[in-house]
């Protein structure tokens, strides 16, 4: 028997966004993350979910970054539950014991792994692209921009749980 010990839903976004989240626990005390579509204008979002758990996870092989597991059910997708101190709390915790110098040297680093993955191919403005961010309105060639063939664009220092050296991307639905 499973208990859901966490709901979020997320209804605040247009019906092809629209999510719940639950974490549940069975009585051993293992949990694990389910989303479902709120709406059936949603479903394709959510099993995109693991679409991009494929693409970046083949992104990120052999490196100290992983992505949860992910996989699809019936209703939707299922996500392996892990626990741990975020980056960015990390970062904190850092600057307050350390100071702002020993946690910019992580930071700067993370954002140098994370510039390594997305280093890959010359940037493309797809309609993707415009439709979360709008026109780009800038020559991206003379800029020398470069982007991976796929991006978690919400990969913050919340959405990273650390793991010794490396870290687990728990949120990559966008």
């Given at each position: 028997m499973e208990t859901v010990i966490y709901a979020k839903f997320s209804n605040e976004r247009s019906r092809r966004f629209a999510i719940r989240t639950d974490i549940l626990e069975d009585e051993k005390g293992r949990r694990r993350v389910r989303k479902e579509a709120l709406y059936p204008e949603g479903r394709e979002h959510v099993e995109?979910?693991?679409r991009w758990?494929?693409?970046?996870?083949?992104?990120c092989r052999g490196t100290n970054l992983r992505y949860n597991h992910?996989?699809?059910t019936p209703e939707g997708i299922e996500l392996e539950y892990v626990e741990?101190?975020?980056?960015?709390?990390h970062l904190a915790n850092l600057e307050k014991e350390q100071g702002t110098e020993a946690m910019i040297s992580i930071f700067l680093d993370y954002l140098k792994r994370l510039r390594s993955?997305?280093?890959?191919?010359d940037f493309q403005e797809t309609e993707a692209f415009r439709e979360v961010f709008g026109e780009f309105g800038a020559d991206a060639a003379a800029l020398?921009?470069?982007?991976a063939p796929a991006t978690n664009i919400d990969l913050i220092c919340g959405n990273i749980l650390m793991e010794g050296e490396g870290g687990t991307a728990i949120d990559y639905e966008w």
């Open positions: 995109n979910i693991c758990y494929a693409l970046f996870s083949e992104q992910c996989e699809k741990g101190i975020t980056l960015e709390d993955l997305h280093d890959v191919q020398g921009l470069r982007c």
